[in-house]
Structure formats: C-alpha cells, structure tokens
C-alpha cells in the first residue's frame, strides 16, 4: 500500500491511474478504523480496480474543541488494517487547509436538521472537506456508512448540484454483538456507559415496531424513548426524530421512507444511530 501524504502527488498518481482505465474507488475518513470502515474498504476492494482510502481528521467538522483533541488516532493500526485488506492508496495529509482558506460548502436546508442543527458549522466542514476530497482523488465511486445518515443524504445532493460525476454507496450500520454502532467514540466510553450504550439502538427498534403507519404515535414514542434513555445516569438526549428519508423532512402519508434517527451523549461521548424504514 502506498502512503501518500501530499496532494499534487495523489493526484498526479490517479491521473495516471485514470489513463490506465482503472475504475477508482474512495474511502474518505478520520482514522482509527473499526468495522464499519473495514466494510466500506472490502467493498470497494471487491468493485473497484483500486481503492484509496483517506485518513484525515478535518479540524473544520468539529464544533468542540475538547471533541477535536480527544479524537483517537492510530495510523499505524490503521495502516496494518487498510493494508491487510488490500487498499492500494492511503492519502494522509497533514493538513487539507491553507492558512488563506477561504472558500466553504454549504449545503442548505438538509443540514437545517438533526445533527446540522445541535452541532453548527458541522456540515460545511464535512462538505468542504468532501469536495476537496473529490476534486483530489477523482474518483468514479466515494464509500459511506448509514450510520452517518445525514452526511450521506448532504453529500448526495452536494454530488447532484455541484455535477460530480462520481457514484455514492451507503453501506449498512456495522454493530457490536450487542447492538451499538460501531464508532471511533466508543472507546470513549467509560465501562458502565458502554454496558448501557445499547439501550439507544434498542430505543430507536422500539420507534420502529411501534410506529403506526399514520404516524399518529410518532412523538408519544419519542418521547418515550428519551425518557427511557435520560433515565440512565450521565446520559442526555440531543434528539431522537423521525423524518423522511432522503429528504430529511417531516413525513407525511406520501413519505415511503423514513429516518428514525437519534443522537445521544453518554457523559461527554456523542453516539448517533439511526434505522432506515421502508414505508
Ligand atoms: O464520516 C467521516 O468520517 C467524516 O465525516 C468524513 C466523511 C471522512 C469527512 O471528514
């Protein structure tokens, strides 16, 4: 596997590797891999002639700064890891921002909404980064996980309005033997909010056998779920909704997809999850 750690050497690289026909595949993210990243990066092992992976923790998406510096990294495990599944490229740059950067993507009303609207500034640091990310590696297919529903949903219409010729596949939520999501923040956890950690997925299933076909019961379900979940000490709900899926709207009769989607902080530790359901 190649490191690659500057960006005119990467796409100096794909351009050549382009020339050779070869189908490209991207992997965009922060580091210290668990399972759902492994999953995005067999997958695109498995479809495409070469998979490059970046692993860049973007300063620009972190509304917090004590989140920022206690963000875990490894890139040796994760070097062993990608390399041991076969990805060809790695990008780990330094940084992806001029000390000048001037120029932000904003991606409007999709990001008006759960985790765009308790975590400001979120969502234009992850479109940007994105974008950059894009206009780098060039490639014909980007990789992500459900588990970050909304990014997904911003960046589809972020390939869509600002003409991206590059496919997104959004890769099932990968989850421990107990049911939480996998997430770089679950070592965060301290031992007895992990035990508890997987009362949020059992929550959100609750919404999603509950829920009648009217609607009708949505938020007397909601409100149940929190209060199950802020029953648990340290633990506060952000949100927990449910909208239409991809739009990220209030649902209605005509919707035929919903996203039954939470956030929830664990003391300072914020794990999100989510259920897509087929009306
Ligand atoms: O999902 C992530 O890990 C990040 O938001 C991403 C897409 C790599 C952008 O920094």
Aim: hydrophobic content about 40%; overall charge negative; charged content about 25%.
């Amino acid at each position: 596997m190649e490191i690659i750690q500057n960006v005119d050497s990467l796409r100096n690289r794909v351009e050549f590797l382009r020339k050779e026909r070869k189908y490209i595949g991207l992997v965009p993210t922060m580091g210290y891999f668990h399972d759902g990243h492994l999953n995005l990066m067999r997958l695109s092992v498995s479809e495409c002639d070469v998979t490059v992976v970046s692993n860049y923790v973007n300063p620009a998406q972190f509304d917090r700064r004590d989140d920022l510096e206690s963000y875990p990294i490894n890139f040796e495990r994760d070097k062993a890891l990608a390399e041991e599944i076969g990805v060809d490229i790695m990008f780990y740059p330094q940084t992806l921002y001029q000390s000048d950067h001037k120029t932000w993507v904003t991606v409007e009303k999709l990001t008006d909404v759960l985790c765009g609207r308790s975590r400001p500034g979120h969502f234009k640091g992850v479109a940007t980064v994105v974008c950059k990310l894009f206009n780098i590696v060039n490639p014909h297919v980007a990789y992500f996980g459900q588990k970050d529903a909304q990014q997904a949903a911003v960046i589809e219409q972020m390939i869509k309005d600002l003409n991206f010729d590059i496919r997104l596949v959004l890769s099932p939520i990968i989850r421990e033997h107990d049911g939480l999501a996998m997430s770089s923040r679950n070592v965060q956890l301290t031992p007895e909010h992990r035990k508890k950690a997987p009362v949020f997925y059992e929550q959100l299933q609750l919404i999603d056998k509950k829920l009648l076909p009217d609607l009708s019961n949505k938020e007397m379900l909601i409100e149940q779920a929190k209060k199950t979940l802020e029953n648990i000490p340290g633990v506060r709900v952000d949100y927990i909704e449910v909208l239409s899926w991809p739009h990220l709207e209030i649902p209605d009769k005509t919707s035929h997809r919903l996203l039954i989607a939470g956030a929830v902080f664990f003391g300072n530790v914020r794990l999100i999850d989510n259920i897509i359901k087929e009306l």
